[in-house]
């Protein structure tokens, strides 16, 4: 297929980088399911590829019926409290007409309710004379970071896409995931994640990570990339120039991270190259800063070095650049006010800046970023090209059709389809990091004795009884729990113990030396396999916590066939 010699085509011209075991082509058949389809699913019908400047002349009509304020407005992306849109967020899409909004978890808990309000707030942006629809975007990763819930589907994420290896479940994670925000009327998604899991302690991306080496990572973005894209859906690659080699938080903190230009080029970026080359439309920039590199102390995200001189100069880059959101201590510590970080934020080279709350209609960041317009003529400039740039984006990748979503499909959420898919993924992912000898694994029920699982997910629990039916249960509950454990323990002859913070390895601590046959379930992030953990007979990780992973996981325990994952 043309999609495999995209691929092929990546890996030798990034050669140097290839990683250290050849990618299979296709996946196995999971069990019990069989993978969708032979063909990949064909792009959206209303969705036009880019570059921009396909749509140049169009861009520049639209402009010349704008003023600067109508212009100005375009680069505002802002969030909105509640499940029903607030009139403050109406009047910024209808008297200030600005150019997205971003649905976060506490806007999405229903899915009926996000569609209507989505609905409302398109009509009122198509209503407007130039009729520019809305950018909706959301952070529907995949895994843990899910921002529509209510009735989506509850995916295994991206280190369990690393694990499984096969570009093709990155393409259909992106897919599936997008024809159901696809449904809901969001267009744009800040996804995938290629932060490479470069440090262990770096808790913020975790299972969010394809994994550690960079050009797999490229490829899979790609491919999820391109798969989202099939769906009517906008990619939003993050978090530039790279999140993963920091153990520190940009939501309260300024990450300041040792990498070097050279070695920032030779992998953090790699992924961005990658996908650069394989047409990503937009780009978060993050709030990180890379004193050892010409950046200095500022944040990437407020950084010309990076975003203009980088990412736009030496990478090619012509897509749209986000900013993560403004109101995060990562970059309002560096830019001072919100108003300054945001016009900041523009002359390095954004072309959108996200605020996760709506402010008033009059507040700082609108007056102070209106006189620089009036009164600065390289700031006029430099908005009328970031506002070019997202309009460039709405006409190349949306049609209006697509905005208005239709309640009645909600039905089809989640996408049965997808739903056969994702245990595929699940099962494909799961990776037996040690069986002791004699093994451990795999564990029928007639050979475990007496079982106590201990663990702290529902799911968990669910899948554990009916593949043990019978078995003792422990609930993590607080941090008092190790003795209770341990008693619990003694009764036991086998313990499946779930594993997914520092907290469960202090636990697992505590029934270390019982004498019982310890299982370890990884579930999330595998950097908590330490020494200690190793310690057990054996070891298995399953890299989320969905009800698929955990039945995986447990499926493979019990035999019902060889896990082929491998750590990412």
Not at 94 to 120: H, Q, Y
Not at 149 to 160: E, Q
Not at 181 to 195: E, H, K, Q, R, Y
Not at 226 to 243: C, L, N, R, V
Request: charged content about 20%; glycine content about 10%; some cysteine.
């Amino acid at each position: 297929m043309i999609f495999f010699l995209i691929l092929a085509g990546l890996l030798s011209q990034t050669a140097s980088q290839s990683p250290s075991e050849p990618r299979r082509e296709r996946p196995p058949e999971p069990p019990g399911s069989e993978l969708p389809g032979s063909a990949l699913p064909r792009p959206a019908a209303d969705l036009v590829r880019y570059p921009p400047e396909a749509v140049e002349k169009e861009v520049e009509e639209v402009l010349g019926k704008m003023n600067d304020s109508e212009i100005l407005a375009q680069t505002f992306m802002f969030g909105w409290q509640g499940t029903q849109p607030s009139p403050l967020i109406l009047e910024w899409v209808k008297n200030r007409r600005i150019g997205g909004v971003k649905v976060f978890g506490w806007n999405a808990r229903d899915i009926e309710t996000l569609a209507e309000t989505i609905a409302v707030l398109q009509k009122t942006a198509l209503a407007s004379p130039q009729g520019i629809p809305l950018l909706v975007a959301t952070d529907q990763e995949g895994g843990i970071v899910r921002h529509v819930k209510g009735a989506s589907s509850d995916t295994p994420g991206n280190m369990a896409i690393g694990a499984s290896s096969y570009p093709i479940d990155a393409y259909y994670s992106g897919f599936y995931i997008g024809r159901e925000l696809s449904l809901m009327g969001i267009n744009m998604n800040f996804a995938p994640v290629v932060d490479l899991a470069t440090r262990k302690d770096s808790r913020l991306i975790g299972p969010r990570s394809f994994g550690s080496d960079p050009v797999n990572t490229g490829i899979l973005g790609a491919a999820f990339m391109k798969g989202q894209a099939a769906a009517g859906i906008i990619s939003t690659a993050k978090h530039f120039p790279g999140h993963g080699d920091t153990s520190l938080d940009s939501h309260g903190t300024l990450p300041r991270i040792a990498a070097d230009e050279k070695t920032l080029w030779d992998r953090e970026l790699v992924p961005y190259r990658i996908m650069v080359k394989e047409g990503l439309p937009a780009i978060m920039s993050g709030h990180l800063a890379f004193p050892n590199t010409p950046g200095g102390q500022s944040p990437a995200s407020l950084s010309p070095w990076f975003l203009t001189g980088l990412l736009r100069t030496r990478m090619g880059y012509r897509g749209l650049i986000i900013t993560d959101d403004l109101r995060m201590y990562g970059a309002v510590q560096a830019g001072g006010s919100l108003a300054n970080t945001a016009k900041e934020a523009l002359l390095a080279g954004n072309d959108m800046i996200l605020v996760s709350s709506t402010p008033e209609l009059y507040s700082e960041i609108w007056m102070s970023l209106s006189r620089s317009m009036q009164n600065e003529a390289a700031f006029n400039a430099r908005v009328r090209e970031a506002a070019g740039r997202v309009l460039a984006l709405k006409l190349s990748g949306l049609k209006r059709a697509r905005h208005i979503p239709d309640t009645q499909k909600l039905q089809e959420i989640p996408d049965r389809e997808g739903a056969v898919f994702f245990r595929g993924l699940a099962a494909r992912s799961v990776t037996l990091i040690k069986n002791g000898d004699p093994p451990s694994v795999p564990l029928l029920p007639a050979g475990a004795g007496r079982v106590l699982l201990a663990g702290q997910y529902a799911d968990f629990f669910a899948a554990g009884r009916k593949a043990y039916p019978g078995a003792a249960s422990y609930l993590f509950e607080d941090s008092g729990s190790a003795a209770g454990l341990r008693r619990m323990a003694l009764n036991a002859d086998t313990v499946i113990f779930c594993l997914a913070d520092s907290e469960g390895q202090r636990l697992l601590e505590a029934i270390a030396n019982l004498g019982k046959k310890v299982i370890v379930i990884s579930a999330l992030n595998p950097s908590f396999i330490n020494d200690d953990v190793f310690r057990a007979d054996a070891i298995l990780a399953v890299y989320s916590y969905s009800a698929d992973s955990f039945t995986a996981g447990f499926s493979a325990l019990l035999g019902r066939f060889v896990p082929s994952g491998k750590l990412p």
